[in-house]
């Protein structure tokens, strides 16, 4: 089987399989107005798509959706429908090792937890994220800590995704915080400002801010990854400045800068090749080989792709 590419393609309003190397759509599945972000299960056989109900997360005038489709990979088609009410706007997804699966609500800033969302419709607890319009969440490996980005209240949070007893922790990186991703041990949280054009480093232990450095214009995403020597390297998408930049985490210092074609939106890696897909809002997802930092190949979308996530073939 060849790799297969799992893509929300938002204003389509479907979540789809491409195969990366024919370069064809296998399957769209169509879902309710405007999916966005999603996660995959760690048994690799369900993925989760939040539907946000609204274009972006600053549309007026209507309160998104509350719902977070099931998709089941193998069968290739949408199983069922969990449910949020009355929490509203699912965004930041993830997923444990355990199963768990975790939801952020980004209008109600709660994150919801179902423990066994194979078996449950509507989530066993919710705790909240200590911010306000918490656009992102990103846990750790072990799942005890999770870490909430929020755009109006220009704070990120350390809480515990699973006891509302523990109070949130906050620091302010900067103007419009969104982008993040932790380091490999886990001690750094890597965030991008978009108001200001600054990457930050925060200490996670104590929840204050290291080194920050200037961007390009407009990062929204980070995404790290490992270079063959195994440093830690940040894929910053710039979408000011149609480009994407490589840093080189321990010294927070740009060592590439990849011209793009189109605005970027998201990206993702290949499991085990040195290849990120970028997707556009030009309707492509292009391929950037991590050696070369060269683009090698193209796959024209539906309206706006967005998230991915890529099957390795041999599944």
Not at 163 to 185: F, Q
Not at 246 to 258: G, Y
Request: hydrophobic letters at 35%; glycine letters at 6%.
């Amino acid at each position: 089987m060849n790799d297969i590419l799992l893509l929300v393609q938002k204003c389509a309003h479907t979540f789809s399989f491409y195969d990366l190397e024919t370069k064809t759509a296998l399957k769209h599945i169509v879902l309710p107005a405007f999916p966005h972000e999603f996660a995959v299960a760690a048994s690799g056989l369900h993925a989760y798509v939040g539907i946000f109900g609204i274009e972006t997360a600053w549309t007026r005038g209507e309160q998104g959706d509350h719902r977070i489709a099931e998709i089941d990979l193998q069968g290739r088609r949408l199983t069922r429908m969990l449910d949020l009410w009355p929490y509203f706007r699912p965004h930041g997804m993830a997923s444990d090792s355990e199963g768990r699966l975790y939801a952020m609500s980004e209008a109600n800033d709660m994150l919801l937890i179902f423990d066994r969302p194979g078996d449950q419709d509507v989530p066993n607890m919710a705790v909240p994220s200590g911010g306000v319009k918490t656009h992102l969440v990103t846990l750790t490996r072990e799942a005890n800590s999770a870490y909430g980005v929020h755009l109006l209240s220009n704070t990120v949070t350390r809480f515990h995704p699973r006891d509302a007893t523990v109070t949130p922790r906050s620091v302010m990186p900067g103007p419009r915080p969104e982008g993040n991703a932790l380091s490999s041990d886990e001690r750094t949280l890597y965030v991008a400002n978009r108001g200001d054009d600054t990457l930050v480093a925060i200490d996670t232990e104590t929840m204050t801010c290291g080194r920050r450095v200037k961007t390009r214009s407009d990062p929204n995403r980070i995404y790290r990854t490992t270079a063959q020597d195994g440093r830690d390297l940040l894929l910053l998408t710039n979408s000011g400045d149609r480009s994407v930049s490589v840093f080189d985490a321990t010294q927070l210092e740009e060592i590439e800068r990849i011209a793009l074609p189109a605005n970027p939106t998201a990206l993702s890696f290949h499991p085990s090749r040195r290849a990120a897909y970028i997707s556009f809002q030009d309707d492509h997802v292009r391929e950037l080989d991590m050696t070369s930092w060269r683009f090698v190949g193209e796959m024209p979308t539906l309206r706006e792709p967005d998230a991915s996530y890529v099957l390795a073939g041999n599944r």
